[in-house]
DNA sequence: GTTAGCACTCACCGTGCATGAGTGCTAACA
DNA sequence: TGTTAGCACTCATGCACGGTGAGTGCTAAC
């Protein structure tokens, strides 16, 4: 209805005023900056409206409005605008990349920096997730004593190494075997089981080999499903002063910054991530007080076509929506490309 | 002289009581609270004495005294007093460190964790600089097409591992003659250099092959002098909330919180630490005015003898320095010994 | 040399008042 | 019936003012 339209058309002033400015809007900024062709006082009857249906709030009785969460949730599925983020941001950052193929950390670290760059909001990128990807191979090596250093090459070829201490002290021969061993058993699992086949070399192992197969066993697990490895990498933190809401407010300062340093409430952040599209978390949606008046904007990464990851932003609700979403959308597509580029295509 | 006795009394009961309340200290709070045994009116006659030697400090005329710079110096230097950091707090940390034998990235999150628990205090501990040390073994892993990953231990046993990019595919029988290469010569260069040896061996090597040992031993170069390898890592940075001179004072948070997540001033902090005992830096002592409200403390863990990195605090100048200063001490024992026990003995 | 006493300073806090941005309501207009 | 001008009203903000109290420096007496 045409009604409608005039109030959203208001709402919509109002939403991206406050955006740009943090000021409460009053009905005579949105008369004089923004042409709707109405007078101040029809506006202030709109306004009124929408304060009544939940999408503006009057900080108190005499100040202009600001818009409540169910405002920018609107805005978001029904306003929002895809923004060309400039070519030349995407040539810059596939300049980036392209001294970092392969050191996982590296890329992360940088991904995080360039969405710093670019948004000017605390930045959150999470490590990839291995736990559902298959093995390719295994390698021992002897560090001395009972301290053996496990590698682990996955299909996707991303390699994981982590240090072992053996109950006892093996010799060369033993690891070797142990690791033909592992290696043989992984091939067998990918293709057809034969049971018999898998005997005889257990069986051709001594059971001190066959000791240091459980322990190796044991490693691999907790490597591929330690929540170390789905860490979350932040970056620009001290971005939160640039704003005005935060920085004339000590207490919600703090708040946000003992939040973002918590690593488990970034994990639990990111752990309830759709996987498909850009996801956006405004205010209480996403359901963690510490970050009330923040929103999230994140999504997925892939190697493979397979989602191992998340990217995203952390902010102020009044965040600049349009540019956000499409930064991240941008950014997740340049990460799957290049990681799938260099890493990814495992046969 | 004992008249200079009685003056410094006085100052050492500003600098405790300032250090507890964060507050001016004022003649009547201490000839109350800290019996000196003389009027408050000749406690003022001394602390005009003090002020004018530069002890103390007065934020404006009708407000008692804080201490300088020099002050917290003096006291640092000549009244702090060694605390015995509780047995039970090392038979704590022992028991932490029991669990993380080997990984160096855990023991050192670990570190600063405990180092903040105990001091209330932003802790920053740099991970080990290996690049004094020698190299023991080399091993190359082959990971697909040209991308194969290099695992360097070092006498100590520290394990460092890189992926290299190459400028063409290997074969392993490839890999297997550079690693040998390599590792023969390492054991060449520790005992005595036969250049006949050398070359002989040199030769026996494809020019595929030699290529590939200029790639191998520049990755190692670099894995050797990055300051990645030298980084520092930070925990509880919010702490510093805990304290009136920041919490009412948005600014200087700012400044302290940006200070502390730029690596490049933390690794400029601690590359001037002197390699024995504790060091103490106040206020601007630290040479960064970003940290001038701040104080440093640290001090240098070692490996073998061999001083590989630094552990510390930094926080407001107005700091516990005889508790914090014990502490650093105590855990950097700690480290040293735990270090030595885990990696250390390398013959 | 020490101390009591006193005048003085100044941050801090509460109060009162003017200002102005912004509202809601009413009545007139198209 | 929707729109608008006008007006009374609200309330945060900023500022001036005065009282309070913690603390000082100085002086004079002990």
Known sequence: MKDNDRKFDILYSIIRDYIKTAEPVGSRTIEKKYNIGISSATIRNEMA???EMGYLV???????????????RLYVDRFMKKVDVDS??????????????????????????????????????????????????????HIEDERV??????????VKSAEIRLSGIPTDEMLEHVANFLNLSIKDMMTEFRASDFASRVDALTPGEQKIVGEVVNTIKLIFNSEEDNRVISNGV??????????????????????????????????????DSVSVRIGEENGMEELSNCSVI?????????????????GPTRMDYDY????????????TNHLDETIGGGK
């Open 49 to 51: 409206d929408l304060e």
């Open 58 to 72: 009057q900080p108190y009785t005499s100040a202009g409005r600001i818009p409540s969460d169910k405002a920018y």
């Open 88 to 141: 030349y941001i995407k040539e810059d950052v596939r300049n980036l990349y392209r001294q970092y193929f392969g050191e996982l950390e590296e890329v992360m670290n940088k991904t995080a920096q360039i969405l710093t760059k670019l948004t000017n909001l605390t930045s959150l990128v999470s490590t990839p997730n291995i736990s559902g990807l298959n093995i390719k191979d295994i390698h021992l090596i």
């Open 149 to 158: 250093l496990l590698v682990v090459i996955t299909e996707q070829r991303i």
């Open 238 to 275: 001290t971005e939160i002063f640039r704003y005005p809401e935060f920085r004339n407010d000590m207490d919600r300062t703090k708040r946000f910054l003992e939040a973002i340093h918590r690593k488990d409430l970034l994990s639990y952040l990111f752990s309830t991530v759709q996987d």
């Open 298 to 314: 994140s999504a997925t990464y892939k190697i493979n076509g397979r989602p191992v990851g998340t990217i995203g932003v952390v």
């Open 324 to 335: 956000c979403v499409s930064v991240i959308e941008t950014l997740t597509n340049e990460l």
